[in-house]
């Protein structure tokens, strides 16, 4: 798979591969110790440390001929970072264990550093440390980390009946590019590009927070579902206005004609989007917008007081 | 793989096999949000959180045919808690991202979980999130969360000329091991058990620092591979004395013996017995023994004045 002027990671081995990824990276202040000791050391001047994780396995959730190493690294990071910012806090720190055949090129992996670096730097925070192993296939597991600056943390148990429920960022982009990609249509090039770099409403996590969010969670799997994990952690019923989710149909109405699916599924159920999803008790900040009301009930998710019957959004081993 | 009686994760799903490996879990009151939300919430008193990653591939980490799931989950937990000790801090919390195939029998993954709790709960901590999702092999990803409690952190780079070198843990026992299960020689079971679940000296690596250790390690690699490390990070000649040596050569000979191999070799270059190496610039603290001085000179690492002509630790993709 290398020439002779593109090492691969065998070859250049573990130690000069961390070497050549962590060199020139400029870490936050906040970040004590960084790469190249057993452990990072970064402030949580807060007391709290707020961590997510998750693994993308290629194949799985992401596949390297529709994806560059660089938007791999993009979208690890990006998902993680919703995470963080769905409690309602900054995130400050990624590490990255990284899993990968040894005959890969050395400068695949860091292309994937430097995706992670150009999606992470702009939020202030840094790849602190990481893990490089051998593997089948690409394995990305991150671990990202948040602070809260002495607000509570939001979670999915705080909504109440009466309170409105509020969207910032995409619906149904993702889920519209993996059906193009899947189907192998060349048209929607932002769609597609959606689908292997989605776009977190990056800050937008603090706002809700600042502006008294009682329950806040992104969309990883799915409106449905994933709303569907704060009716029933909260015990509430959430009925959402079709209406209101119009301008995401409309995104993608064209898209999913060229590939016969229905608009509204793709918003009601696609996933990977990392929209945040909230619920207010009364007005909702700049940035959001009301798709929806809490109600007595439930628990459970409707759209215009009906069960929506398409799939119910994605889950890790269906 | 699984009758009627034992699911699998398809079978099951995502979220349900979540809420059987969370279920009665006891998290440590450090953890204000544990598992079920977007990300959890742990205490970090200090202001700080010291933070280390380890990746664990099926096949290449670890074997299921050797290994069973308990035992690797006390491995993973066991090699990452060992690299917050080398810190000199305390480790208070993990996540884990676990994938494997669909087919895989639930009862295996809770096995595995099990392992983690077993390990993870008598060092006060807690498995406080994680992810699950599907891989062509098991992947075990680790993230570890330490608490320095005022201290600052024991790096590679302290070491001084005139310091003493020592250790606190087993060395070469988990390489005599993996020779005795690679060549399958059925004796020696302690051994064997050893290399499947380390034994790091948890508490230890808290004691060095208390006793003024100027920088510490833990043997992940080799003794000469992690100590050359710390020679390097802190520019310094370490010379290691070999008769200081025999506790763990004499433990290791008759396996060595029968597996063909050189204990020396096993003891110098032999890694994942998690053994924690420091250096002290007086007297070293209970449980620690000393085995080298540190010189000026080198960057390197003899024994006995020597180069020692072994190999030298293991590398990740060698």
């Known amino acids: 798979m290398a020439d002779?002027?593109?090492?691969?990671?065998?070859?250049?081995g573990e130690f000069p591969v961390i070497d050549r990824l962590v060199a020139g990276r400029r870490q936050p202040a906040a970040v004590t110790v960084g790469p190249g000791d057993d452990a990072a050391v970064v402030a949580m001047p807060d007391g709290r440390v707020v961590v997510s994780t998750d693994m993308l396995v290629e194949g799985r959730h992401f596949r390297l001929d529709w994806s560059s190493p660089l938007q791999v690294g993009r979208?690890?990071?990006?998902?993680?970072?919703a995470d963080i910012e769905s409690m309602g806090a900054r995130v400050t720190a990624f590490v990255v264990a990284f899993g990968a055949p040894p005959d890969t090129p050395a400068a695949r992996a860091q292309e994937l550093a430097d995706g992670m670096w150009l999606e992470a730097g702009p939020l202030g925070a840094g790849i602190v440390g990481g893990d490089l192993v051998a593997s089948p296939q690409w394995v990305v597991s991150v671990t990202a980390f948040g602070e809260l600056s002495g607000r509570p943390p939001v979670l999915r148990s705080g909504a109440r009946p009466g309170s409105v429920v509020a969207v910032s960022g995409e619906l149904g982009r993702s889920a519209a590019g993996y059906l193009l990609w899947h189907k192998g249509i060349d048209d929607f090039s932002e769609l597609r590009q959606r689908h292997l770099v989605p776009r977190p409403p990056y800050g937008q996590g603090i706002v809700a927070a600042q502006a008294g969010a009682q329950a806040m969670t992104d969309v990883s799997?799915?409106?449905?579902?994933?709303?569907?994990?704060i009716a029933r952690d909260s015990g509430v019923l959430i009925d959402l206005a079709a209406d209101a989710l119009r301008p995401d149909v409309d995104a993608v109405t064209a898209a999913a004609a060229a590939a016969d699916a229905d608009p509204r599924e793709l918003v009601l159920s696609g996933g990977e989007d990392h929209a945040l999803v909230a619920c207010f008790p009364a007005a909702v900040p700049p940035g959001w917008r009301v798709i929806g009301t809490v109600r007595d009930g439930g628990p459970g998710v409707l759209v215009d007081g009906l069960?929506?019957?398409g799939a119910a959004g994605w889950q890790s081993f269906d």
Chains 1, 2 share one sequence.
Do not use: C, F, M, V
Not at 4 to 12: A, S
Not at 221 to 227: I, Q, R, S, T
């Open 307 to 309: 069960r929506w019957s």
């Open 221 to 229: 799997d799915g409106l449905l579902a994933d709303l569907g994990h």
């Open 4 to 12: 002779g002027g593109d090492p691969t990671l065998r070859q250049l």
């Open 75 to 81: 979208k690890a990071i990006a998902q993680n970072a």
